[in-house]
């Protein structure tokens, strides 16, 4: 069974850090991988997708990086803003299912 | 706009009342799944659909049904909803092929007394 890890749970942070937050994931047999921002309450909104065969993926200040045979994803963030403030997932797709990690809680102090 | 529709956004009801909550894509979406959020637990699945008529257990389906008559629609239906139900729901759908990524609908809250 695909279990999928955040580190660290949560993170605080002056504004106009680059920050990593941390995905592993037990088995290495994924076909993406999926990162979400989700604020208090609300929905998931997706940031970035990465394919099993992709190293990375960028948006904006947002980078994503795909290591599969060790089974880890890091997602950095470029001058962080306050608006930055979110808890952020990391997905990984294998079969016909999508697991989650706990999240990253993520506050970006002005 | 291509979007996850789900309704209601919050609703409070009593133990034993049978409730269902909506789900509608517009985007052709083959795959469509449910799935509650709860602090220290995360996200997890309940039920998904890869088509029409074709539905399949999550890692929590107990006190839930589905039901995909249609492409757009995904249903979740709370027969005997009791407290341990109170949760937020998310409904999400893909196609069914691995290079495309997932959309979520907005969630909906759900408290059961």
């Known amino acids: 069974k695909q279990e999928v890890t955040q580190i660290p749970a949560a993170l605080s942070v002056p504004e106009g850090e680059n920050l990593v937050l941390n995905c592993s994931f037990t088995?290495?047999?994924?076909?993406?991988l999926q990162w979400f921002r989700q604020d208090p309450g609300k929905g998931l909104t997706s940031l970035l997708l990465i394919q099993s065969s992709q190293r990375e993926q960028t948006s904006g200040r947002l980078n994503a990086s795909l290591d599969k045979s060790s089974g880890r994803s890091t997602l950095y963030i470029a001058a962080s803003q306050p608006g930055d403030s979110a808890t952020y997932l990391c997905a990984v797709l294998s079969g016909s299912r999508l697991t989650f990690g706990e999240g990253t809680q993520l506050t970006v102090n002005p | 706009e291509a979007q996850v529709t789900q309704n209601p956004r919050y609703l409070i009801t009593v133990t034993g009342k049978k409730l269902t909550v909506t789900c509608s894509q517009n985007m052709n979406h083959e795959y469509m799944s449910w799935y509650r959020q709860d602090p220290g637990l995360g996200l997890r699945q309940i039920y998904y659909s890869m088509n029409v008529e074709v539905t399949d257990k999550g890692d929590v389906p107990e006190g839930y049904k589905v039901s995909r008559k249609e492409k757009r629609n995904f249903p979740l239906i709370l027969e005997s909803p009791s407290p341990n139900q109170t949760s937020l729901y998310f409904c999400a759908s893909s196609f069914y092929r691995e290079h495309y990524g997932y959309t979520f609908g907005s969630g909906t809250r759900l408290t059961v007394v």
């Open positions: 088995d290495s047999a994924i076909y993406n």
